[in-house]
């Protein structure tokens, strides 16, 4: 893949939680509330493994190493570990089957040199519902739903920045 396709595809999902602000909030209250609280605690065993951020690229993620900044200084995501792309760059395996174990995007938190895992993210050319949330529509053809966690996030647990991100650590 060319480094300015994947540069572009990964700047956009960046722009895609620009536009949308921060938003979602902490799991909403009720019955349903525990049924995804144990679903997001199987997304974390299963995506456990790749807090050592070799394993991901080993699995297929890949990355430019830009870390996507709040636009006003709020945080940030963090850089994106992407596994929907072909070898030239073009979204491929965005089937809109989405697995909530296995997200198409892994988000890290670069920390002098090391990249620490913070939150996932589901891709889909199709808006979708996931936890009791909907995705956000991003400005590229996709929408998205990141989960934090991997790092407690205040403005919730599917917002799309996270204030306790800092992309100063050693982008």
Not at 32 to 61: F, I, M, P, S, W
Not at 123 to 149: D, K, N, Q, R, V
């Amino acid at each position: 893949m060319s480094p300015q396709t994947r540069r572009s595809v990964l700047r956009s999902l960046g722009a895609a939680g620009a536009v949308v602000g921060v938003t979602g909030n902490a799991i909403a209250g009720g019955r349903g509330a525990a049924d995804h609280h144990k679903k997001l605690a199987a997304v974390r065993r299963a995506t456990r493994k790749y807090q050592d951020v070799a394993k991901a690229e080993a699995d297929g993620y890949v990355t430019d190493g830009h870390c996507v900044a709040h636009p006003q200084g709020k945080g940030a995501m963090g850089v994106h570990y992407v596994n929907f792309l072909d070898a030239n760059g073009n979204p491929t395996h965005l089937d809109n089957s989405l697995d909530p174990m296995n997200p198409e995007v892994l988000v890290y938190e670069p920390n002098n040199g090391n990249m620490n895992l913070v939150a996932v993210e589901w891709i889909s050319t199709e808006p979708f519902t996931m936890f009791g949330h909907e995705s956000h529509e991003g400005p590229g053809p996709w929408y998205s739903l990141h989960a934090w966690l991997w790092k407690a996030n205040p403005n919730g647990t599917f917002a799309n920045f996270n204030p306790n991100v800092d992309c100063s650590n050693g982008e």
